[in-house]
C-alpha cells in the first residue's frame, strides 16, 4: 500500500535519515522502532509532505505520493496522527472528531464514523462534549487516534502513540489498533514502545540513528539476543 525506497532526509548537514526502504502491505500492521532521535517523525512527516527530502520515493496505491500536493493526501486515503497528538483542546470531542472528518466527500459516512469510534473508544461517547484539553492524556490519545479515523482513511499512521501513558492505557490502544486491523485499516505504527509494537505489529523495522538496522517479525526478533539487547530495551 505504501512503499518507501531510499529515503534520505538531512537537516543542513545532519544526516537524519539515510537510505530507508519499507514496505507497508495492505491490511497489517507494520511497525517503525526506534530510539528518540532516531529519525521516525523526519520519515513520517516525509510522507505527509511536511519534510522536503533529498533523495528516495514514496509511492501510495501505487501512485508517486511526492505528486500530490500535501493537504490532498488525506483525500487519496493517507492519515496521519501525528506525535504530541495536534488536537484542539478548547474544543469538545465531538468537534475534534468532526475536524477529523473536514475532508470527507460522502457526508453519510460520517454517523457511521463516528459510531465506530464510540465503540472502539466507549470513554468517548459518554464524553463526547467534555473540551478535548481537559481530559487525560490517555482519553486525549484515544481522541487523537479517533481524529485520524474520521477521515475514512485506507491507512492510518499514528506517531509514537503511547508517549507518557500509562501501560494499561498503552494496553487499549494496542487493543484498538488490532481491532481496526480487523476492519481492514492497514495501520503504519511509529513507537518507542517495545512490548506494544511486538504485541500488535505483523512486521518491525528497527530505526537507529536514521538507518534501518533490521526487518522481521516480531517473534523472530524477541528471538535474537542482539536485537534484545540493542534495540527493544529501549
Ligand atoms: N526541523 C529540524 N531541524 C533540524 N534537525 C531536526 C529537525 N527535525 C528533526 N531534527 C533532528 O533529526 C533527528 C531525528 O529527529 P526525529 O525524526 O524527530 O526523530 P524521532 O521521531 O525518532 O525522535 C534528531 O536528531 C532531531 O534533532
Ligand atoms: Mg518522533
Not at 517523525?41 to 520515493?57: D, Y
Not at 514514496?58 to 500530490?68: A, G, K, P, R, W
Not at 464510540?118 to 470513554?123: A, G, S, V
Request: a negative charge; glycine letters at 8%; proline letters at 4%.
Amino acid at each position: 500500500m505504501l512503499e518507501i525506497k531510499g529515503l534520505t532526509i538531512r537537516y543542513g548537514n545532519f544526516l537524519a535519515v539515510n537510505n530507508v526502504s519499507l514496505s507497508i502491505p495492505k491490511g497489517q500492521i507494520i511497525a517503525l522502532i526506534g530510539p528518540n532521535g532516531a529519525g521516525k517523525s523526519s520519515v513520517v512527516r516525509a510522507i505527509g509532505g511536511l519534510n522536503v527530502f533529498q533523495s528516495g520515493q514514496i509511492s501510495f496505491l501505487n501512485e508517486d505520493l511526492v505528486q500530490t500536493e500535501p493537504y490532498l493526501r488525506i483525500d487519496k486515503g493517507l492519515s496521519i496522527v501525528p506525535e504530541g497528538r495536534g488536537l484542539f483542546p478548547r474544543m469538545s470531542v465531538e468537534e475534534n472528531l468532526l475536524m477529523g472528518s473536514y475532508s470527507l466527500k460522502d457526508k453519510g459516512l460520517l454517523d457511521e464514523l463516528l459510531n465506530r469510534n464510540f465503540e472502539l473508544f466507549p470513554i468517548l461517547k459518554e464524553r463526547r462534549q467534555q473540551l478535548a484539553g481537559t481530559m487525560s492524556g490517555g482519553q486525549q490519545q484515544m481522541v487523537a487516534v479517533a481524529v485520524g479515523l474520521m477521515s475514512n482513511p485506507k491507512l492510518c499512521i499514528f506517531d509514537e502513540p503511547s508517549l507518557g501513558l500509562a501501560p494499561i492505557v498503552i494496553e487499549q490502544i494496542g487493543d484498538a489498533l488490532m481491532s481496526l486491523k480487523k476492519q481492514e485499516l492497514t495501520v503504519f505504527l511509529v513507537e518507542q514502545n517495545a512490548s506494544l509494537t511486538t504485541r500488535v505489529a505483523d512486521q518491525i523495522y528497527v530505526l537507529s540513528a536514521g538507518e534501518i538496522k533490521y526487518h522481521d517479525t516480531p517473534a523472530n526478533l524477541l528471538n535474537s539476543k542482539e536485537v534484545l539487547e540493542t534495540f527493544l530495551s529501549i
